[in-house]
C-alpha cells in the first residue's frame, strides 16, 4: 500500500511538471494545431484558390513588416489615452446628448451613426468631418503625445508639454481661434460646455486598427510559415501584454464618455460589449502566431532591450517570458475580466470570449477548468441559455433579427471551436442541446423570398432592402454537424443555388469534402416553394402571392421585449422589390435616447392601433388564431391582446388576395375595451394624396396640441408618448365612413428610380371620431433613411370602445387595378362583407365573422359557416373561392364545404430535447400529407405561442402522431437537472385550421 502511494504521489508531480513544462513552452496553440496549419499549407499549394488567399494574406500584411520593431512597440497606447465610440455623445445629467460636428452640426448625421472614418496611417490623430470636410483636432496631438511618454513607455499627460496644445493654424496666442477645436485626449469643451472627443474617437478606431494589423501578421505567418509575421505580431501581442492588465473604461464612462457598455460603465479597453470581440481578437491571433515564435533569439534580444530601457513589470529575454506574459497579460487578464464583468456581452459573446482564450492557452487543468466554466450555472450558464431561452425556431428573448440571431450564431461558433479542440471531451454542444438545429436556418426563413428581412425592432433601418443576416456558410456549418438536408437545401439557394466553397475548410486535408456533400444532398432533395409560411417562435407571419408580383406580407407578433419594439401585430408590405409600409428599424441610438423612447421604439410610429394612449406592454408573443397560405388566398389571424391585458379583443385578420399579376390586402383590426384607440398607417415617403377627407391644416404645434413643440417629452407636457414626433398636422374632424390614400413612393427610396411609378393605395372603410395626417421622421443618422413617413392616423374615442378598423391595401405600379371598394355591412354587425371591383372586371366578395358558429346569410350575396370567406365571380359566375375554419361557403350556385378545424387533445409529446417536435392526440388525422405544411395550434400553458407547423402525419393506436421537425417543445428548465418545463401541457385541446378551396382553373383541394 505504502509503495503504490508513493507511486501514485511520484505519478501526480510527473504530471504537474507535464504540465508546468507544455505550459511554458507549448510550440503551438490549441486551435491552430500542427496538423492544421500543415493542411492549410498544403491547399495553398496544391488549389488556385488557396494559392490566391495567401497572394491576398501577404499583400494585406505587407506594411505592418515594413515598420521597425521599435515603433511597433511604441504604437500601443496605455490607460490614459482615453478613447470613445462617438465625439459628442454626453452622459452626463442635463447635456445635450449629441450635437454633431463642432463646425457644421447636425449635418453629419446624414453619414451615419459614427460617420467619422479616420484614416490612421496618412492622418494621424485627425478626424475629417464628412459634411464640411473640416479636420479635427486643430493642433498637433503627435507631437504633444509624444512628449507625454513617460519612463514606463506610455502616454502621461502630467509629462505632456502643454504648450503644444494650440490650435496650428492659429498660432498668435492673441488670435480668437488660438485654441479653437483644440483636444489634449480629453476633449475640446465648447463655449456651452459641450465636448469633442476628437482623440477619444480616433483611439477608439485606432485599437481596432492595430488589433486588425496584429490579425494580418496572424494571417500572413499561417499561410506562409514565414516568421517575420510572427515576429512582429508577437511584439505588439508582447507589449499589448504589458499594458492591457491595468485597462480601464471606467473611469472615463463615469466622467460621462460612451462606449458599448451597456449602461455597465465597466470595460477593459472598450466598453463591456465590444471588449469581448477584441479579447477574441487577441486571443485568435496569439493562437495563430505561437508556432512562429520558436527560436527567434532577435524577437526576444528586443523585447529584453525594451525592457531595460524602460520601466515594465515583467522580464523579458526568453520565449518562455514572451508566453507567460502574453498568457498572464492577455488571456488569464481577459478571463478575469469576464468573470469581474468588464468584459460581458449579448448572451454568447462572453462565453466566446473564454472559449477563444482557454484554447488559445492550451494548458491543463486551466483550459479544461475555464471551458467547464462555460457551462457552469455560476458561470457562461450555456446549458440554462440552451433550454430558457431559445424557441422552437432558434430565436432567443430578443425580438429584433439582427439581435436573435446572435446567440444562435455565437453559441455554434462556441461549439465549433469545441469540436476542433479534442482534448476538451466534457460537452459536446451539438450533441446534448440538438435543438440548436432550427437557429442555422431562421435569418433564412425570415428574409421574405430571400431578399429582405424585415426592419423590426433595432435592426436595419427605415425600408431598408437587406438578407445580410442569411449566411451560406454558417448554415453550411449547421450541415456539418446536424446533417440536416433543409439546412443543405437553404444554404446552396442561398449561395446562388451553387455549392461552391459551401463549408470549405482551409485547415482540413480535403478542405471540400463538405461542399461536395451539401451539392448532392441539395440536387437531390425536392423542395416545395413556399410563398407563405409561418415563424412562430419568432413571432412572424408571412402571406404571400402565388403570382409573379411576389406582394406579401410581413406581419410581427413576436417579442415586444429588450431590442425589440412595442409593436405587436405591426406589419409591412413587400413590393416591387422594396417595403412599401417601412418600420423605421434602428432607431438614432439604441440607449436612453429621447427619439427612440418616444417615437421610434413607441408604438404609435408603428402599423398597430394604441390603446388608451399608452404604448403596448413588454411581452414575449401574440398568439395564432388561423393561418393558411392557399392558392390565390391567403390569411392569417393573431391574437395579440397580452400586449394591452385589459382589452377583451385586441386581434388583426389580414388576407392577401391574388389577381393577375398583382396582388392586394384586407386590414381587418379589432380592439374590444378602453375609452380611445388610434390606428396608425404609412406608406412609403413620397407624396401622399387623398380623397373623401376634408383635411384642415394645424399651423402650429403637433399631433399633442397646437402649443406642444415637435420633440416635446410627453412626460413634461403630459401627453401621450410618440404624439409631439408627429407634425405637420392635417385633421378632419369630421370624417365620412370611407375614404381613400394613395402615396407615391418618392425616386431615391431604396430601391426606387425615377422610371418607377409604384404607389400604395390605401382604403379606409370605418366610422371614427377623427382622421388625421401627419408627418413623422425616421432616424436621420441612418443613410438612405428618408427625410419623413407620412401618417394617417384614425381616431375613436368613448366610454368601453369597441372598434373594429377596416381596410383595403393595394399596391400597384402605374395604374391601379382595383376598380372601387365598398363595405357592405352595417358596420356594427359582428362580421364585415367587402366587395372589391377589379379593373379586368371579376369581383371579390370577401367575408370576415368573428362568431363562428354563427351563419351569415347575405341578401343577393354570399352565405357562410365559418370564419373567413372568398368568392371570386364575374357577372354573377363564381370562378374561385375559399373557405376557412368553417363547415360552408355559398353564392348562387357555387358551394364549398368543409369539415371545420380539426381538434382534439395532447395524449403525449416528446418531452426531451433530441428527437425532434412529435405530438400523439387522441384525434384520427389524415395521413395522406394534406396536413404538411399547416399549422397545428395547442393551447399553451406560459407566454410563448404553442403553435408548429406539421411536417408529417401517421397513424397511432387511435389517434394520430403528429411530426413538428427538428424541434423542442422544451422552453424552460424545472427544479432537478433534466426535469424540464414545456409550451403547453399534456391533456391541452389543439386545433388544426381547416380550408376549403376551388378555382375553375385549378382542381379542388
Avoid at 261 to 266: K, V, Y
Wanted: glycine share 10%.
Amino acid at each position: 500500500m505504502y509503495k503504490q502511494r508513493i507511486t501514485g504521489c511520484l505519478a501526480i508531480v510527473i504530471l504537474i511538471a507535464v504540465f508546468t513544462r507544455a505550459s511554458a513552452q507549448r510550440e503551438f496553440g490549441g486551435m491552430y494545431t500542427k496538423e492544421r496549419i500543415a493542411n492549410l499549407r498544403n491547399n495553398c499549394d496544391k488549389y488556385v484558390w488557396g494559392k490566391k488567399l495567401q497572394t491576398k494574406a501577404i499583400a494585406n500584411a505587407k506594411h505592418w513588416i515594413t515598420i521597425s520593431d521599435e515603433q511597433l512597440w511604441g504604437m500601443v497606447p496605455g490607460q490614459a489615452l482615453p478613447r470613445c465610440i462617438d465625439v459628442t455623445l454626453d452622459r452626463r445629467k442635463g447635456k445635450t446628448k449629441a450635437i454633431g460636428c463642432l463646425v457644421c452640426g447636425k449635418k453629419i448625421f446624414s453619414f451615419g451613426n459614427y460617420p467619422y472614418e479616420p484614416d490612421i496611417l496618412n492622418k494621424p490623430w485627425k478626424l475629417t468631418c464628412p459634411s464640411c470636410h473640416n479636420v479635427f483636432p486643430t493642433n498637433d496631438f503627435g507631437k504633444y503625445y509624444q512628449s507625454g511618454i513617460d519612463e514606463t513607455g506610455v502616454f502621461n499627460p502630467a509629462k505632456a508639454d502643454r504648450k503644444l496644445l494650440y490650435n496650428t493654424a492659429h498660432p498668435d496666442p492673441k488670435d480668437p481661434l488660438h485654441m479653437f477645436g483644440v483636444d489634449d485626449g480629453y476633449g475640446y469643451i465648447d463655449k456651452d460646455d459641450q465636448p469633442h472627443r476628437f482623440i477619444g474617437y480616433f483611439t477608439y478606431k485606432y485599437w481596432d486598427y492595430l488589433l486588425n494589423g496584429i490579425a494580418l501578421l496572424a494571417d500572413a505567418y499561417l499561410y506562409t510559415g514565414d516568421k517575420i509575421y510572427a515576429h512582429k505580431a508577437a511584439i505588439l501581442l508582447d507589449r499589448i501584454a504589458d499594458v492591457y492588465p491595468d485597462m480601464e473604461w471606467k473611469p472615463y464612462a463615469d466622467a460621462g464618455w460612451y462606449n458599448s457598455d451597456g449602461g455597465s460603465n465597466l470595460g477593459k479597453i472598450g466598453g463591456s460589449i465590444s471588449e469581448t470581440g477584441l479579447a477574441q481578437s487577441m486571443a485568435t491571433s496569439y493562437d495563430k502566431i505561437l508556432s512562429g515564435t520558436e527560436n527567434d533569439q532577435q524577437l526576444y534580444q528586443f523585447l529584453l532591450q525594451q525592457s531595460k530601457k524602460y520601466k515594465l513589470k515583467s522580464e523579458k529575454g526568453t520565449r518562455k517570458l514572451l508566453v507567460d506574459n502574453i498568457d498572464e497579460g492577455i488571456l488569464r487578464t481577459a478571463f478575469q475580466a469576464v468573470l469581474s464583468k468588464k468584459i460581458r456581452g449579448n448572451q454568447g459573446m462572453h462565453q466566446l470570449t473564454v472559449a477563444t482564450c482557454a484554447i488559445a492557452l492550451n494548458t491543463a487543468p486551466e483550459t479544461t477548468e475555464w471551458l467547464d466554466w462555460l457551462f457552469s450555472s455560476t458561470g457562461g450558464n450555456i446549458p440554462w441559455l440552451m433550454v430558457n431561452t431559445m424557441d422552437h425556431d432558434g430565436s432567443t428573448d430578443e425580438g429584433a433579427p439582427n439581435y436573435t440571431f446572435l446567440w444562435g450564431k455565437m453559441i455554434a461558433r462556441l461549439a465549433d471551436e469545441l469540436k476542433h479542440y479534442p482534448a476538451y471531451t466534457h460537452h459536446d454542444i451539438f450533441k446534448e442541446f440538438p435543438h440548436i438545429t432550427p437557429a442555422f436556418l431562421l435569418p433564412y426563413r425570415l428574409a421574405i423570398h430571400g431578399k429582405a428581412i424585415p426592419n423590426s425592432g433595432d435592426s436595419g433601418a427605415t425600408g431598408l432592402v437587406s438578407s445580410s443576416g442569411v449566411d451560406p456558410q454558417f448554415m453550411a456549418q449547421g450541415y456539418r454537424y446536424t446533417r440536416d438536408p433543409e439546412i443543405a437545401v437553404a444554404a446552396y439557394k442561398s449561395n446562388g443555388n451553387s455549392a461552391e466553397v459551401l463549408g470549405r475548410d482551409i485547415y482540413a486535408a480535403d478542405p471540400d469534402a463538405l461542399s461536395r456533400e451539401i451539392k448532392q444532398v441539395a440536387e437531390n432533395t425536392k423542395v416545395v416553394p413556399q410563398n407563405g409560411y409561418l415563424v412562430s417562435g419568432f413571432g412572424l407571419a408571412v402571406l404571400g402571392a402565388d403570382n409573379k408580383s411576389s406582394i406579401s406580407l410581413a406581419l410581427n407578433y413576436g417579442r415586444t421585449i429588450k431590442h425589440a419594439h412595442p409593436d405587436m401585430l405591426n406589419f409591412d408590405i413587400w413590393g416591387f422589390n422594396n417595403w412599401l409600409a417601412p418600420d423605421q428599424g434602428y432607431p438614432e441610438f439604441a440607449t436612453n435616447w429621447p427619439s427612440n423612447q418616444e417615437w421610434t421604439g413607441s408604438t404609435l410610429s408603428h402599423n398597430t392601433v394604441l390603446v388608451n394612449k399608452t404604448p403596448q406592454k413588454e411581452i414575449w408573443s401574440g398568439k395564432i388564431n388561423f393561418f393558411k397560405q392557399l392558392n390565390g388566398f391567403a390569411a392569417v389571424e393573431i391574437d395579440g391582446k397580452k400586449a394591452y391585458p385589459g382589452l377583451k379583443t385586441y386581434t388583426r385578420t389580414m388576407c392577401l388576395i391574388s389577381s393577375d399579376s398583382n396582388a392586394y390586402a384586407v386590414d381587418i383590426v379589432r380592439v374590444a375595451g378602453g375609452d380611445d384607440h388610434v390606428y396608425g398607417f404609412h406608406g412609403p415617403p413620397g407624396l401622399v394624396n387623398s380623397e373623401g377627407l376634408n383635411l384642415q391644416l394645424q399651423t402650429t404645434g403637433t399631433y399633442a396640441g397646437v402649443n406642444i413643440e415637435k420633440g416635446a417629452k410627453a412626460a413634461e407636457g403630459n401627453f401621450p408618448i410618440g404624439y409631439s414626433y408627429l407634425y405637420n398636422v392635417r385633421a378632419d374632424k369630421n370624417p365620412p365612413a370611407q375614404f381613400m390614400l394613395d402615396w407615391k413612393a418618392a425616386a431615391g427610396y431604396r430601391n426606387v428610380s425615377d422610371k418607377d411609378d409604384i404607389h400604395l393605395r390605401y382604403y379606409a372603410l370605418n366610422q371614427s371620431a377623427d382622421v388625421a395626417l401627419a408627418d413623422g421622421d425616421p432616424p436621420q443618422n441612418k443613410p438612405g433613411n428618408p427625410r419623413k413617413l407620412d401618417y394617417v392616423l384614425i381616431h375613436n374615442q368613448g366610454n368601453n370602445l369597441n372598434s373594429t378598423f377596416v381596410s383595403v391595401i393595394e399596391p400597384y405600379k402605374t395604374r391601379p387595378f382595383i376598380k372601387s371598394v365598398k363595405r357592405l355591412d352595417d358596420g356594427k354587425s359582428t362580421y364585415v362583407y367587402l366587395k372589391v371591383e377589379l379593373m379586368n372586371g371579376n369581383t371579390d366578395l370577401v367575408l370576415y365573422n368573428s362568431l363562428t358558429d354563427k351563419t351569415i346569410k347575405l341578401a343577393n350575396g354570399p352565405s357562410m359557416n365559418g370564419m373567413v370567406g372568398y368568392v371570386r365571380e364575374n357577372d354573377g359566375k363564381a370562378l374561385a373561392g375559399a373557405l376557412i375554419n368553417g363547415t360552408s361557403l355559398a353564392y348562387n350556385n357555387f358551394t364549398l364545404h368543409s369539415t371545420g378545424p380539426l381538434t382534439g387533445k395532447v395524449v403525449t409529446m416528446n418531452k426531451q430535447l433530441s428527437g425532434g417536435g412529435w405530438i400523439v392526440v387522441d384525434t384520427k388525422l389524415p395521413t395522406d400529407g394534406s396536413l404538411n405544411g399547416q399549422p397545428i395550434m395547442v393551447a399553451a400553458n406560459s407566454e410563448r405561442d404553442a403553435c408548429y407547423t406539421i411536417t408529417s402525419v401517421e397513424k397511432y393506436n387511435n389517434g394520430s402522431k403528429i411530426f413538428c421537425g427538428p424541434i423542442s417543445f422544451v422552453r424552460g428548465s424545472g427544479e432537478s437537472p433534466k426535469q424540464y418545463l414545456y409550451d403547453f401541457d399534456e391533456g391541452a385541446p389543439f386545433q388544426i385550421p381547416s380550408h376549403a378551396i376551388w378555382d375553375s382553373n385549378i382542381t379542388k383541394e
